[in-house]
């Protein structure tokens, strides 16, 4: 608890040791009346007296809208009838009310909340002095950092000397860690877990990681949903009108009794418009709503997917057609050795890492992927003079042997006749030569994420009802790549413009059925993610502008994310229904028997608190949606 809920805490135990007292002197037949009365007032005033002070200052700055100045007029015309245990118990229920509600949103709050932890407030600087911790903030790009065992990275970089293992959860939501060594890129806000490793950072602090996490988050807060909204504007316009209609319940029929001779019984109408007034409050729907929200954007934070506003949860939850690029979305967006065909004698181990060494110093993704594949050495003194063609290939001396890795047009400049062979869409062969022989054939291709077929199966059977591709791969690529996914239908030779006009095609032919979502991961993704009714970016691979033209992004480009997103915005939608559902059934059926004088102070406490108490329990399951 936070020291203003404790503060509270004590109020409310003062105040109910003092009701219940006063309650039992009651019941035993104290006969000093004014004694009880007294007592009752104090356990009222030590339970309401901060709710009695903002009506007043409510009343001041002319907002006469909010359920304090509901509560305050009920109450205190409910000591003013002498109903002095009544107006003690309104006061002392509404405060448990608020405090059970306050604890809920604080814990939503700190699920959210948790993820500043990311952001470190130190960073080990490295200068020619030795090691000075400075704010994060001051460190530019191009600095060396050093990060210890157990200490969060503070800042995107690249390790330059060091090996560890790092906990990416916070970030990315994976479970499993990674393994860390120099030349690979680590993100501000995971934890290096074993080895001690010096960083060259890539990004300012602002721009790193961790605080584009914080701001999406901090974003979300700021977005309501129509549900939201809706229930903003009901408060607004409601309060008003059980105001008038409590004041025409206290004079009309009074004043129609006088006029027809009969006992106008003003007392007994004044106390049914005091408990209209108790039983109107809105707090379940004003409070309950935005928790729910609130709790299912914290839910999918913890799970490695960020929403960036309440009002996409909608969206998401109605999305019934499902575009998605290809590179980085569909597939891994890198090349990867798929198969080795060894000649000449030589086996697929030694063709691999011949080629990976002969590779080690080139950029390109072809000769990365064969490099990943091996790990050689970053400095490998065996290999010498090595020659990038551009175009063909590379040549380099490795171990005193020649070694050329390339294309047929590499081979044939060598002098090495290859003959043509089948390759599937999206492949690529690298031949290998040694000493003017050719040693083999790797092939490399754009591999399919392993569980993007699965996730498309999974958004099919929770109601999505048509999935796209748009790409500018050749169409062999593009439709072996849909084939494998199960995606419905393909757009192939796209230019970035073309996605966009392509994008509108698909969601003219199919208006009013369903949202479109969007998702992809690249700069030529960000105006169709932007026009999007749904902008989904995969985060780990993805580009800045494709993150900051998203509505929802996914950390670690975990293709079962979509349907797990999916199925939390639709669950936190359905609650929030629920809520609203319960409480205006409820509120309507008192606010009936209130009018009607059936119903009296005690059952407008319970349409008040215990419908604020149900639906701020029911809310709270918005952040407890498991996978």
């Known amino acids: 608890m936070t020291g203003k809920q404790k503060k509270m805490l004590i109020r409310i135990i003062v105040s109910a040791v003092l009701f219940a007292f006063a309650l039992i002197a009651s019941f035993a037949g104290f006969p000093y009346k004014r004694v009880l009365a007294g007592v009752f007032v104090a356990s009222y005033l030590a339970a309401g007296f901060d709710v009695l002070i903002k009506a007043v200052k409510g009343i001041v700055k002319g907002q006469l809208v909010d359920e304090n100045f509901l509560m305050a007029v009920a109450s205190v015309g409910a000591i003013a009838l002498g109903d002095f245990a009544e107006a003690a118990a309104v006061m002392l229920f509404y405060q448990v009310g608020e405090l059970f509600q306050s604890v809920a949103v604080g814990k939503s709050r700190r699920s959210i909340a948790a993820l500043v932890d990311i952001r470190p407030d130190i960073a080990n600087l490295v200068t020619d002095e030795g090691i000075i911790e400075v704010d994060p903030s001051e ?55 074993t080895g001690a490793v010096r960083i060259r950072t890539t990004k300012e602090f602002g721009e790193s990681t961790a605080s584009k996490i914080l701001e999406l988050v901090e974003e979300s807060g700021m977005r309501k949903s129509r549900s939201e909204a809706l229930i903003t504007k009901f408060a607004r316009i409601y309060t008003p009108v059980v105001c008038s209609l409590a004041v025409i319940l206290a004079a009309a029929p009074p004043v ?37 929200f609130f709790g299912g954007v914290g839910c999918a934070s913890r799970k490695g997917i960020l929403v960036k506003g309440s009002n996409y949860f909608e969206a998401l939850a109605e999305t019934k057609h499902f575009v998605f690029d290809k590179t980085g979305t ?30 080690m110093g080139t950029r390109h993704p072809v000769g990365v992927s064969i490099r990943e594949e091996r790990s050689p050495l970053k400095n490998d ?18 171990d005193g042997r020649r070694v050329a890795a390339g294309n047929a047009k590499l081979m044939t400049a060598e002098g090495i006749v290859t003959d043509p062979v089948p390759v599937e869409a999206g492949e690529m062969s690298v031949w290998v030569a040694v000493d003017g022989k050719l040693a083999g054939r790797i092939t490399v291709s754009d591999t399919v994420k392993d569980k993007a077929a699965a996730a498309i199966k999974k958004l ?134 209130g009018a009607a004088g059936i119903a009296g102070m005690w059952l407008a406490i319970f349409a008040d608190v215990g419908v604020m108490i149900l639906a701020v329990l029911n809310a709270t399951r918005a952040m407890r949606i498991k996978e």
Do not use: W
């Open 139 to 193: 460190v530019g790009i191009g600095s060396v950092i050093l990060v210890n065992p157990g200490e969060r990275i503070p800042i995107d970089g690249v390790i330059v000397d060091g090996s560890t293992t790092v906990d990416t959860c916070a970030v990315t939501g994976e479970s499993l860690p990674r393994d860390g060594a120099p030349g690979d890129e680590v993100f501000s806000g995971c934890v290096n877990l």
């Open 256 to 292: 129609f009794l006088k006029l027809t001779g009969n006992d106008p019984a003003i007392g007994d109408y004044l106390r049914r418009a005091f408990t209209f007034l108790v039983i109107s409050c809105p707090c379940a729907l004003v409070i309950s709503v935005p928790l729910t």
């Open 330 to 359: 569909l597939t891994e967006g890198k090349f990867k050795v798929t198969s080795v065909e060894p000649a000449g004698g030589f086996t697929k181990e030694e063709i691999l890492d011949l080629a990976a060494r002969a590779e």
């Open 381 to 398: 003194p065996a290999v010498r003079d090595i020659q990038e063609m551009p175009g063909f290939g590379v040549v380099a001396e490795v």
């Open 460 to 593: 099919r059977s929770s109601g999505v009802t048509r999935t796209y591709m748009l790409t500018g791969d050749k169409r062999d690529s593009a439709e072996k790549i849909a084939a494998v996914t199960g995606i419905d239908e393909v757009k192939y030779d796209l230019l970035p413009s073309d996605k966009l006009e392509e994008f509108e095609r698909i969601r003219k032919e199919h208006p009013g059925k369903g949202k479109f979502a969007y998702t992809g991961d690249g700069i030529n993704d960000a105006p169709v993610l932007a026009l999007a009714d749904v902008g989904i970016a995969m985060g780990a691979m993805g580009t800045d502008a494709a993150i900051e033209a998203a509505d929802v992004v996914i950390m670690d480009d975990d293709m079962m994310k979509l349907p797990l997103a999916v199925r939390i915005a639709r669950r936190t939608l359905l609650i929030s229904k629920e809520n609203i559902t319960l409480a205006l059934l409820v509120k309507l059926v008192c606010l009936v028997l």
